[in-house]
């Protein structure tokens, strides 16, 4: 254990919970061995034990005479007392002797009473002490695992850019890649989009790193169009919740011609022929 987990294991408040003997046979014995592996806790418990008990001497509370007979009453000392017979003298009064015993026993039975206050109140000040170590840790955790949620999240957005990005320049190199760049309509002038069509499979992938379109409520989506010989052909529909850290290129159903993509945002499922008032890019081949 090192030199910081030690101090912090001696002020977490578990040793003072060990005097008082608040601890679970299995809490305690885990304890007793680090204060055999390490002297500084074992001399922290012999502390604890010591304030204890010099606490209990120099707070010690003299019992009123009520307190007193009713412990006795408690206790069945008062039996001994009534059980001791006057002797036979013949005087006027009889004379009770009292046995010295039951003093030194009220005299103990008065430490004890005042050493159990006193670990009554160091027992709840321990307790709230390591209570509120404890609700800071927890808001620690919590703290530390929303930045470590929040920390993927960020890797997880770069993770996903960058391998869109090499697909990119993956696919400007070859030779059987076609990029069609599409630019925003009057509907959205500054939206943008990417579309790859395979000359060789006819095969189509949208690029949703750089794609910039205008936003969808929970009724529409994206579909996208290839014109062919001047006619809107369907490609499917697509939204942004499809985009993974897994696909920064997703695919389209393939065409084998086109002129020129679009994009309009549909109705969820996509509709037969595109809402012209919504296209929201376009660009030719």
């Not at 030199?3 to 305690?28: F, H, M, R, T, W």
């Not at 509370?61 to 001994?80: C, H, M, Q, T, Y």
């Not at 800071?136 to 997880?156: C, T, Y």
Request: glycine fraction near 4%.
């Amino acid at each position: 254990m090192s030199v910081e987990n030690l101090k912090a294991y001696i002020e977490s408040g578990v040793l003072e919970l060990y005097v008082l003997g608040d601890l679970s046979p299995e809490e305690a014995l885990q304890v007793e061995e680090i204060a055999a592996q390490h002297p500084e806790v074992k001399a922290e418990i012999a502390a604890i034990e010591q304030a204890i008990e010099q606490y209990a001497v120099q707070n010690a509370v003299e019992p009123s005479v009520d307190v007193e007979i009713r412990l006795f009453e408690k206790l069945g000392l008062n039996e001994v007392e009534d059980n001791i017979q006057p002797e036979p003298i013949y005087t006027e009064e009889p004379k009770i002797i009292r046995l010295d015993e039951s003093d030194g026993k009220v005299r103990n039975l008065r430490y004890a009473l005042v050493a159990c206050v006193a670990l009554l109140i160091i027992s709840t000040a321990a307790l709230f002490i390591t209570y509120n170590k404890l609700t800071d840790a927890h808001d620690q955790i919590a703290s530390l695992n929303l930045d470590k949620q929040k920390f993927a999240g960020v890797v997880s957005k770069l993770e996903f850019e960058n391998q869109g990005l090499n697909n990119m320049a993956a696919m400007a190199d070859s030779k059987e890649w076609t990029t069609i760049n599409m630019e925003g309509q009057p509907f959205s002038p500054t939206a943008k989009m990417k579309v790859y069509w395979n000359k060789k499979d006819k095969s189509v992938l949208i690029n949703y790193v750089a794609m910039d379109l205008p936003k969808t409520d929970k009724e529409h989506e994206y579909q996208l169009w290839a014109m062919v010989n001047g006619k809107p052909v369907s490609l499917g529909v697509f939204g942004k919740s499809d985009s993974t850290s897994n696909e920064a290129l997703v695919k389209m159903p393939a065409i084998q011609e086109a002129q020129a993509f679009a994009v309009t945002i549909e109705p969820m499922g996509g509709s037969i022929n595109p809402t012209m008032d919504k296209l929201s890019v376009m660009g030719g081949v």
